[in-house]
């Protein structure tokens, strides 16, 4: 009887459990005269999406991955679209990270708005989590298909 108890429970576990979240995280933060940009996505979500994903060049996964978040993602300061730049990608373990910068002196920002479809519209379960630290205001946002907007208001 132990035995089917322990068993029932390791299914319900696993079932319960055993599943992987499908997450991304991007991170907004500010220094002095500008807003610094990270993401965090795994590879094996990329090769959903480009099922050669790790058989192509480090040249190439990088134009790919840049043309994938600058078309997916899109910064708004004040309500005027902003670039992306400076990005850059270094991969480790299985996850990538994206770094860039958006040239805006981060006193000057009363409101920003994050677009975002990364991997959301290609993965059905898939969560971006959202992470603001700027003007000594921190706040965590998800992200899914129901939710690919953000806007939030920093004061003076």
């Known amino acids: 009887m132990r035995f089917l108890l322990c068993a029932i429970l390791i299914c319900l576990a696993e079932i319960t459990y055993g599943h992987n979240a499908q997450i991304a995280v991007f991170d907004f933060f500010s220094s002095e005269h500008r807003l610094e940009f990270q993401a965090y996505l795994e590879v094996e979500d990329l090769a959903i ?38 990005i850059s990608l270094r991969q480790n373990n299985g996850h990538l990270q994206i770094t860039g910068v958006i040239f805006f002196p981060p006193r000057d920002i009363l409101e920003m708005t994050f677009k975002n ?30 939710r690919t907007s953000i806007s939030i208001a920093f004061t003076q």
Do not use: A, G
């Open 49 to 86: 999406l480009w099922p050669n994903f790790d058989q192509l060049s480090k040249s190439q996964q990088e134009d790919l991955v840049t043309n994938y978040i600058q078309t997916n993602t899109k910064y708004y300061i004040n309500h005027e679209l902003q670039e992306l730049c400076d």
């Open 117 to 146: 479809t990364c991997l959301i519209s290609e993965i059905s379960d898939h969560l971006n989590i959202v992470n603001f630290d700027i003007k000594d205001k921190e706040r965590s946002f998800k992200m899914d298909r129901d």
